[in-house]
């Protein structure tokens, strides 16, 4: 993934201030929307030029600028002008992931992912998705994928903790406590 699961402490300072921002000026929506853009826009060769460092500050704003000719929210151009100027563009690509954590945090969402040995059917998904939810006091949206080397069952990552029902983890946790067992 090009743009970074983690950010540095820079980029998470960077992306509150504007998140702090867009929230006084009640633009959250419009700055969501621009960050998603801006994320997927990083995540293509546009973003891969903007890592270049043969590449000129003015040059990569350039071609940010070329790349959203639709218009960008004037908090959001603004931003990225700042970023720029004080020569902190290697941030940029950080900044969607922290502004969207920071969004989630706002609406008291709790974003995971559910592993299954097989494709788990939308009404299970909903199912997991409201246990925890009851569990957390917060809406709980959960990614999903396939893992067969499970066998059966899900594991579930939410806020960095894996909760695992699976077969394997089942197992795994038996042949633990008999290699522990004296005879």
Known sequence: MAIAAQSTPAASRYGLALFEAANSQSALDAVQGDMSLLGTVLRSDVGQALTDPRWSTA?????????????LHPLTADFIKVLARRKRFELLPQVPVVFARLLDEHHGILRGQLEAAFAVSDETLAAVEASLSQETAKKVVLGTSVNESLLGGICVTLAGILYDGSVLGQLNRMRTRLETVEL
């Not at 940010?64 to 218009?71: D, E, P």
């Open 59 to 71: 040059a990569k704003l350039g071609a940010i600028t070329k790349a959203f000719s639709s218009g």
